[in-house]
Nanobody, 121 residues
Framework: QVQLVESGGGLVQPGGSLRLSCAASGFTLDYYAIGWFRQAPGKEREGVSCISSSDGSTYYADSVKGRFTISRDNAKNTVYLQMNSLKPEDTAVYYC??????????????WGQGTQVTVSS
């Protein structure tokens, strides 16, 4: 019943932008933190960003601060990740995940299938 579907990935040139979407079904995400993660070939999965529902706070990895923005649209039951000034090192499969709790300190349980982001000239 609980499902997260990522979309919006693709191929962009360095310096370009993409907006990723994480659409939830089977539950209302208003009450839970939502995190974005990424994994590049040969590298460990890393947290990219998170938005809480408890206090609206956000988290960004140092590598994306100032370039990425996370937001949520409760009416659409969707969380977004706006990615600007993309760099080749941003190339990865991006996943969204539902937190067990409402803050970004939570563990994450349900995961989407991922969407590929490739930054290349």
């Amino acid at each position: 019943q609980v499902q997260l579907v990522e979309s919006g990935g693709g191929l962009v040139q360095p310096g370009g932008s993409l907006r990723l979407s994480c659409a939830a079904s089977g539950f209302t995400l208003d009450y839970y933190a939502i995190g974005w993660f990424r994994q590049a070939p040969g590298k460990e999965r890393e947290g990219v960003s998170c938005i809480s529902s408890s206090d609206g706070s956000t988290y960004y990895a140092d590598s994306v601060k100032g370039r990425f923005t996370i937001s949520r649209d409760n009416a659409k039951n969707t969380v977004y990740l706006q990615m600007n000034s993309l760099k080749p090192e941003d190339t990865a499969v991006y996943y969204c995940a539902t937190g067990v709790g409402s803050s970004c300190l939570t563990d994450f349980g349900s995961w989407g299938q991922g969407t590929q982001v490739t930054v290349s000239s």
